[in-house]
């Protein structure tokens, strides 16, 4: 059995890192932490896991998961993240980090969207851990920087598209939707249920921090510098991200000739499935599934390509792309542990 450790574990996305390793058949957890709730169990925080794990969280210090495992995630903020990664590269694990800090391969970029970064030195190793585009380079990976909900989404639905060459890059518009778990489990007046529900808005208009790494992840499947309008909303439920992103076409295109590209882009990935034309997206077809869902058209009135993505925010869009990179580097077949079905209703 591979030891893994969690770091930052009372989150939403640690939570659920815990909750799909436990039912991988190659992984035992080594070591839970959380700075917040050091010395708790985790079943105490979240009853969910109660008789199943029996975990009790540990401090921040990355020592210990360092030395018990062969596998680190880091479920940590930005800037958290950084201070603990090189320490347990130089302890000799391999690290998931599921926060911004080694998205970005530009330094200036990264200051300019975050803060300072303090360990600079290892971004031009880091691999940005989207498997359908890098599975190759996360093979063999010591640090590998797990996607952004809203990025995977945008990129699994844009990329083949600008692969192609068959939109102009300079017309992008991702408007893209998520539930509240995106924003964290900490207490904020903006996730509160009556600040929430039956309501609909926008969000980081214009100012959103995953911007940087749509254009950054795009651009390198375009060969060009790509731009684009990035709006997020929140939506008033749990789990799920719908991303519908919009892009003028260049040359002879229909749908069909369309979902042919998608259909040949995709057939041989686990975990990426084009509906049946006419048949939509919808988050609650992959909510606790690692599936994204996709569909497209070519709207001829508007000479403009329609693309629609659905993840869940907290599996595809977090723990379990961070599963599926781990399989990727130790060797195992990538699917291991992430085959559950969504949950429905």
């Keep these: 059995m591979v030891k893994v450790s969690v770091m930052g574990a009372s989150g939403y996305t640690g939570v659920e890192l815990v909750r799909l390793l436990h039912a991988h058949p190659e992984v035992e957890i080594a070591c839970v932490t959380a700075r917040q709730n050091a010395g708790e169990e985790m079943a105490s925080l979240f009853p969910s896991l109660f008789r199943e794990i029996d975990l009790v969280c540990e401090g921040g210090d990355p020592a210990r998961p360092a030395k018990e495992s062969d596998i680190v995630f880091t479920a940590l903020p930005h800037q958290a993240a950084m201070e603990v990664v090189p320490g347990l590269l130089e302890y000799g694990s391999r690290v998931v980090d599921l926060s911004a800090d080694y998205r970005l391969r530009d330094v200036d970029v990264y200051r300019r969207w975050y803060q300072e970064h303090t360990s600079a030195d290892l971004l031009p190793e880091a691999v940005y ?81 995953h911007t940087p790494e749509i254009e950054q992840t795009l651009s390198a499947v375009a060969g060009e510098d790509v731009r684009l309008t990035f709006t997020p909303h929140l939506l ?54 690692n599936f994204c869902d996709i569909n497209l058209m070519f709207d001829a009135r508007t000479n403009r390509v329609i693309v629609v ?37």
């Design 236 to 289: 008033p439920i749990n789990r799920g991200i719908l991303s519908t992103c919009y892009a003028l076409a260049l040359g002879d295109v229909d749908t069909t000739s369309l979902r042919s590209l998608y259909q040949q882009t995709y057939a041989s990935e686990r975990f990426v499935r084009l509906l049946p034309q006419g048949s939509w997206p919808n988050v609650s077809n992959v909510r606790g599934s």
């Design 309 to 345: 993505a659905a993840i869940d925010n907290l599996v595809k869009g977090a723990a379990g792309q961070a599963v599926q990179n781990m399989n990727l580097m130790l060797g195992f077949e990538e699917s291991l542990g992430l085959t559950q079905l969504a949950l429905f209703p």
């Design 129 to 209: 851990g989207l498997p359908e585009l890098n599975r190759d380079q996360v093979r063999s990976a010591r640090l590998v920087a797990n996607p952004g909900c809203y990025p995977t989404s945008v990129a699994l639905a844009l990329s083949p598209l600008l692969r192609e060459k068959l939109i102009d890059h300079r017309t992008l518009v991702a408007d893209c939707k998520s539930g509240t778990s995106g924003a964290g489990r900490a207490a904020k007046v903006g996730s509160l249920f009556c600040e929430v529900n039956e309501g609909f808005k926008p969000y980081g208009v214009g100012a959103h921090r």
